[in-house]
Every structure is written in structure tokens, then in C-alpha cells.
């Protein structure tokens, strides 16, 4: 079965006002959902990436130059992803279409992995 | 990540787990350093929201106690101030890799018994308490405090960041076991106590999600007093007794459209009797002793009205006694209507309604909409229905509260019909 790739883009916001109540809800959420995805083995990752931005490396004709990652001043980052396994992209968008993150504002990039065999 | 383990995100441990953690720091930390700790608590759950979603680790509390832990040292030192080696020390790194509880959470709870005692301080005011103890020990957001209490996020943060001054200018971290000056202020917490459980419970329009979650609260902190030897005694027992038994009706007091069920046309089968059993268990321990509080007094009415096998089967005249024990003692109007509708159970509504008109001939509660509907209900049982009408009416013009104003109107139109 072939692997997808989830993107979360998200828009960084301040969540200083949530509730602990609110907080659980969500995290629970997301834990229901990989629960679900792991069980019925479609889960093959997932990381969470750092908040900072990050680093941009560009080529220039033998050099390259490192700039940091735009994202701190960005209207959107790319927060994490996950990745799973489905027969083809309308299945993995029906398993992505679950996923919490489009409920909380964030927008998801699918894209399928090649497969190298 | 290991999904394997994410079930054991159980319900409402952001929520006590905030305020163990407020507790726990402000004893290592500082009091006076109370805000600083709030924000670094609230930074750590939002970290976990963040990261979570993508593994959760295998001792979660320890996680969130560490990075709470972290940020108030990262801050401090930000903010240019010493952090003590005894207090990291103190304070050495919990392994967030062992599935064992975490050290330095105390199973029960002293630290947050401690916070207690601190927040029902004398230097707080005496109004401010219960919020200030939901907002610190409850975990509680400035605005579900709000919508239990009927009020707007601006007043309730005002009101808090008031008794947060206090609270860190005045008071030192309570030591235990409590002083004797400490144990004084039990009657306080107690108190502060009780108001948490009836804001809850009171028949208020506030949303009845986070008022369910305030008797609980009150349910689980009068627990929390009962494991400590210095705290456990017989009025917090009966405190305790009260809650539950009162508590047990709750899922039947409203009905599917959220309109107030009365007590006699409850479905008794949704109450929950094993909380009712755990009130008779406190209940039982409340009788150790020669005292008998006005706490006593109340879970026993309580009691006498969750454990009765019917409506018609309640113990009525057990029931005024203790009423007529508790005006003696302090004598309270609203009590009084209480007191005159379980007489009117056993000697007719006429008595009641004599005793009633009599009690109040000077026109002190005609603006008081819990006597117009304590009327009008003597009025309707006697059958004189346009009178019972225009009490109610008169109710109906002196109270915002959607939940009763709806109730009313029913019953206004069950009297036409």
C-alpha cells in the first residue's frame, strides 16, 4: 500500500487563554484519532516540528548561503506531519479528512510518497 | 511516538493536574511568585498540546510537571533573578521515562491542601475565595469561572488578579501538618467549600457543564481534607456527606430540553446511588464525636431525601426536624421557606400557607422570587389556582433565570389548563 505524507499547516496562534479543560479535549482528540488510524494500521509516523522556523539553505553556483526560516514573522508554518498508508489518495484523503487539525484552524497538504521498488 | 500508551490521558488531569502543579511549584518557588508559575503551568499544558498529538510520553504528568518546572527557571533566570541551587536540587529531575507516579506529586495531595489553606487566607477576601480556589486549585479557566458564576471574564480577572496580590503579599506557603493558627481557618475552607458546591448546584442558568464540574470539585477537595489525620474530621465529613448526596440527583434534575425537573417528578433511577453510597459512608463517619454541625443538620436532610425509596416514602417529619434544629441555631429566611414547604407535607399546605403569610406579613420578600414561587406552590396544592397565577407571575417579573422562568411559565400554563 502506498504512504501519504500529511502536512499540518497551521497558522501560529496564541493559545494563552485555553482552559487545562479545553487543552485535555484536544489532546484527546488527536490521541482518538492516531488510535483509530494505529489500529487499523494505517499509521506510519509522525513528528512534530519545532516552532523557531527553522533554516533555509540556498545554492549559489558552488556556495550556499543559510538564512533563517521565515516563519517566525510567516502566517502560516508547517507545525508536523504525519504519515500513513492507504490504496490512494481519495482513501487517504477520507483518513486525513478526520484528522483534528482541520478542526482547529490548520489546513492539510497531502501528498503521496514514492515508492522506490 | 508510542500510541500504545495514550490511553492513559484520563479525564480532567489538565485540570487537576494544573492546580497540583501551581501548588507544587508555589511551595518550591515561592507564593510571591504565584503568576509566574500560573503562566509557566498554562506554557507547559500548551506545549503538551502542541507535541502531544504526536506521541505522548510515557509518564505524562512527570512531562508536564518538568516543563513547567523548566519555564519558571528559564523565566526567572530571564528575569535576572537567582535560581538557589537548593532549589534545583530540591527539586532533582523527575524521570519522565518511569511509569511510576510522580515523586513529587504527594498521593494526597498535600500540596494542594496547602494552597487551600493559602487561598482561604484572611488576607483574601472573603468573596474572592471560591474563585480564587477554582482559578488555583481547580484548574479553572477566568472564564468558565465566569459562566458558573454568572458573571463576565473582565470581572473575574479583575477580582482574581485583587485576591493574587493578596494572596502574594500576605500569605506564606502554608506549612504542614497545619499549625493551630492554620487548623483555625479550617471553618473558612470548609466554607469556601460549600459556596463551590452551590454555585454549582443552585438552580442558576450558568452553563451546566462547568457547574456540574464545580460540585465535583468541591466533592473531590472535601476528599482531599478527609485523607489528611489534621483536616479529617467529623463537619468535614458531614460536608462531604452533603455534596454527595445532593450531588447523586444531579443527573436527573434536568431534563433532556435542560428545563429544572422538580424532586417529586424526578426519575429516581438516574440518580447515581453509588455516590449516594459514598455519602451515607461519610455520613456514617460524620457521627463519630459528640459534635453536630449545621453541616450535620444538612447532608441528614439531604440524606433523608436521596435514600428515601419514593417521593411519597420521604421521612418528612425527620426532615423538619432538622429544620427546626438549624433555625434555632441561625435562624435564615430562605431556609425558612425550605422549612415550610416540607411542613406543608405533613400538616397540609393551609398550615404551611398561614404559617408562611404570617412569617413574611410585612412585605419583606414580595420581591424575593423564590417566596412568590413558594407561595404560588401552596397556593396551586390548595387549589386556589388565580391566586397561585399571580404569584407566580409576580416570580416570573423578578428573575433573569432562563432555567426557573421557564419552569414558571409552565406552570402557569399547567394551572390554566
Same mark, same amino acid.
Given at each position: 500500500m502506498p504512504n501519504y505524507m500529511l502536512l499540518l499547516h497551521e497558522q501560529p496562534s496564541d493559545f494563552s487563554g485555553l482552559s487545562p479543560e479545553a487543552i485535555e479535549a484536544v489532546i484527546n482528540e488527536y490521541v482518538a484519532w492516531s488510535a483509530k488510524l494505529a489500529s487499523e494500521n494505517r499509521l506510519v509516523g509522525g513528528e512534530k516540528l519545532r516552532d523557531e522556523g527553522g533554516k533555509h539553505l540556498h545554492g549559489f553556483g558552488g556556495e550556499f548561503r543559510v538564512s533563517d526560516g521565515p516563519y517566525t514573522e510567516a502566517k502560516e508554518i508547517v507545525g508536523g506531519f504525519y504519515t500513513i498508508a492507504a490504496a490512494d489518495y481519495n482513501e487517504a484523503a477520507e483518513v486525513a479528512s478526520g484528522c483534528p487539525h482541520l478542526k482547529y484552524g490548520g489546513w492539510i497538504e497531502l501528498r503521496e510518497i514514492e515508492q522506490m521498488s | 511516538m508510542d500510541l500504545d500508551k495514550t490511553n492513559e490521558i484520563i479525564d480532567h488531569l489538565f485540570r487537576q493536574r494544573a492546580g497540583q502543579m501551581v501548588s507544587l511549584l508555589s511551595r518550591i518557588f515561592g507564593i510571591d511568585k504565584l503568576e509566574l508559575i500560573e503562566d509557566a503551568v498554562q506554557e507547559a499544558m500548551i506545549a503538551a498540546m502542541r507535541k502531544w498529538p504526536f506521541g505522548v510520553p510515557e509518564n505524562p504528568s512527570a512531562w508536564l510537571i518538568q516543563t513547567a518546572r523548566n519555564k519558571v527557571i528559564d523565566e526567572l533566570r530571564r528575569a535576572g533573578k537567582s535560581v538557589g541551587l537548593e532549589t534545583e536540587e530540591s527539586f532533582e529531575l523527575a524521570d519522565t521515562a518511569s511509569t511510576t507516579p510522580d515523586k513529587h506529586l504527594s498521593p494526597i495531595g498535600d500540596d494542594e491542601l496547602r494552597m487551600i489553606f493559602a487561598c482561604c487566607s484572611p488576607a483574601v477576601a472573603a468573596d474572592s475565595r471560591v474563585a480564587l480556589t477554582l482559578k488555583i486549585v481547580g484548574g479553572f479557566s477566568v472564564p468558565e469561572i465566569a459562566r458558573a458564576f454568572l458573571s463576565n471574564d473582565e470581572a473575574i480577572a479583575k477580582m482574581l488578579t485583587r485576591a493574587k496580590k %493578596?494572596?502574594?503579599? @500576605?500569605?506564606?506557603?502554608?506549612?504542614?501538618?497545619?499549625?493551630?493558627?492554620?487548623?483555625?481557618?479550617?471553618?473558612?475552607?470548609?466554607?469556601?467549600l460549600y459556596l463551590m458546591f452551590n454555585e454549582g448546584f443552585g438552580a442558576t442558568a450558568g452553563d451546566d457543564l462547568v457547574?456540574? /464540574?464545580?460540585?465535583?470539585?468541591?466533592? %473531590?477537595? !472535601?476528599? $482531599?481534607?478527609?485523607?489528611?489525620?489534621? &483536616?479529617?474530621?467529623?463537619?468535614?465529613?458531614?460536608? !462531604?456527606?452533603?455534596f454527595c448526596f445532593q450531588a447523586a440527583r444531579l443527573p436527573a434534575r434536568t431534563n433532556e430540553a435542560g428545563e429544572l425537573v422538580l424532586l417529586?417528578?424526578?426519575?429516581?433511577?438516574?440518580?447515581? $446511588?453509588?455516590? !449516594? /453510597?459514598?455519602?451515607?459512608?461519610?455520613?456514617?463517619?460524620? !457521627?463519630?464525636?459528640?459534635?453536630?454541625t449545621e453541616y450535620h443538620l444538612e447532608s441528614e436532610?439531604?440524606?433523608?431525601?436521596?435514600?428515601?425509596?419514593?417521593?411519597? /416514602? +420521604?421521612?418528612?417529619?425527620?426532615?423538619?426536624?432538622?429544620?427546626?434544629?438549624?433555625?434555632?441555631? %441561625?435562624?435564615? @429566611?430562605?431556609?425558612?421557606?425550605?422549612r415550610l414547604i416540607v411542613l406543608s407535607r405533613i400538616e397540609g399546605v393551609g398550615q404551611a400557607l398561614s404559617e408562611l403569610d404570617a412569617r413574611f406579613a410585612d412585605g419583606r420578600f414580595d420581591r424575593f422570587y423564590l417566596y412568590q414561587i413558594t407561595r404560588g406552590h401552596f397556593l396551586a396544592e390548595a387549589g386556589r389556582a388565580a391566586e397561585a397565577e399571580a404569584a407566580?407571575? +409576580?416570580?416570573?417579573?423578578? &428573575?433573569?433565570?432562563?432555567?426557573? %422562568?421557564r419552569s414558571l411559565i409552565e406552570r402557569i400554563a399547567r394551572l390554566a389548563s
Amino acid at each position: 500500500m502506498p504512504n501519504y505524507m500529511l502536512l499540518l499547516h497551521e497558522q501560529p496562534s496564541d493559545f494563552s487563554g485555553l482552559s487545562p479543560e479545553a487543552i485535555e479535549a484536544v489532546i484527546n482528540e488527536y490521541v482518538a484519532w492516531s488510535a483509530k488510524l494505529a489500529s487499523e494500521n494505517r499509521l506510519v509516523g509522525g513528528e512534530k516540528l519545532r516552532d523557531e522556523g527553522g533554516k533555509h539553505l540556498h545554492g549559489f553556483g558552488g556556495e550556499f548561503r543559510v538564512s533563517d526560516g521565515p516563519y517566525t514573522e510567516a502566517k502560516e508554518i508547517v507545525g508536523g506531519f504525519y504519515t500513513i498508508a492507504a490504496a490512494d489518495y481519495n482513501e487517504a484523503a477520507e483518513v486525513a479528512s478526520g484528522c483534528p487539525h482541520l478542526k482547529y484552524g490548520g489546513w492539510i497538504e497531502l501528498r503521496e510518497i514514492e515508492q522506490m521498488s | 511516538m508510542d500510541l500504545d500508551k495514550t490511553n492513559e490521558i484520563i479525564d480532567h488531569l489538565f485540570r487537576q493536574r494544573a492546580g497540583q502543579m501551581v501548588s507544587l511549584l508555589s511551595r518550591i518557588f515561592g507564593i510571591d511568585k504565584l503568576e509566574l508559575i500560573e503562566d509557566a503551568v498554562q506554557e507547559a499544558m500548551i506545549a503538551a498540546m502542541r507535541k502531544w498529538p504526536f506521541g505522548v510520553p510515557e509518564n505524562p504528568s512527570a512531562w508536564l510537571i518538568q516543563t513547567a518546572r523548566n519555564k519558571v527557571i528559564d523565566e526567572l533566570r530571564r528575569a535576572g533573578k537567582s535560581v538557589g541551587l537548593e532549589t534545583e536540587e530540591s527539586f532533582e529531575l523527575a524521570d519522565t521515562a518511569s511509569t511510576t507516579p510522580d515523586k513529587h506529586l504527594s498521593p494526597i495531595g498535600d500540596d494542594e491542601l496547602r494552597m487551600i489553606f493559602a487561598c482561604c487566607s484572611p488576607a483574601v477576601a472573603a468573596d474572592s475565595r471560591v474563585a480564587l480556589t477554582l482559578k488555583i486549585v481547580g484548574g479553572f479557566s477566568v472564564p468558565e469561572i465566569a459562566r458558573a458564576f454568572l458573571s463576565n471574564d473582565e470581572a473575574i480577572a479583575k477580582m482574581l488578579t485583587r485576591a493574587k496580590k %493578596r494572596l502574594r503579599e @500576605d500569605t506564606r506557603f502554608p506549612e504542614l501538618p497545619p499549625s493551630r493558627e492554620l487548623l483555625e481557618r479550617l471553618d473558612a475552607v470548609l466554607r469556601v467549600l460549600y459556596l463551590m458546591f452551590n454555585e454549582g448546584f443552585g438552580a442558576t442558568a450558568g452553563d451546566d457543564l462547568v457547574r456540574r /464540574e464545580l460540585c465535583f470539585e468541591a466533592i %473531590r477537595l !472535601a476528599e $482531599m481534607l478527609l485523607r489528611s489525620p489534621e &483536616t479529617s474530621t467529623p463537619r468535614v465529613q458531614a460536608l !462531604a456527606a452533603l455534596f454527595c448526596f445532593q450531588a447523586a440527583r444531579l443527573p436527573a434534575r434536568t431534563n433532556e430540553a435542560g428545563e429544572l425537573v422538580l424532586l417529586e417528578d424526578q426519575d429516581r433511577s438516574r440518580w447515581d $446511588m453509588r455516590l !449516594a /453510597e459514598r455519602g451515607l459512608e461519610h455520613f456514617r463517619l460524620s !457521627a463519630r464525636g459528640d459534635e453536630r454541625t449545621e453541616y450535620h443538620l444538612e447532608s441528614e436532610i439531604a440524606g433523608v431525601y436521596t435514600l428515601a425509596p419514593s417521593f411519597a /416514602e +420521604t421521612d418528612w417529619p425527620r426532615i423538619l426536624a432538622c429544620y427546626d434544629e438549624l433555625q434555632q441555631r %441561625r435562624y435564615s @429566611d430562605v431556609v425558612e421557606l425550605n422549612r415550610l414547604i416540607v411542613l406543608s407535607r405533613i400538616e397540609g399546605v393551609g398550615q404551611a400557607l398561614s404559617e408562611l403569610d404570617a412569617r413574611f406579613a410585612d412585605g419583606r420578600f414580595d420581591r424575593f422570587y423564590l417566596y412568590q414561587i413558594t407561595r404560588g406552590h401552596f397556593l396551586a396544592e390548595a387549589g386556589r389556582a388565580a391566586e397561585a397565577e399571580a404569584a407566580f407571575t +409576580t416570580a416570573l417579573s423578578l &428573575t433573569d433565570n432562563t432555567v426557573i %422562568r421557564r419552569s414558571l411559565i409552565e406552570r402557569i400554563a399547567r394551572l390554566a389548563s
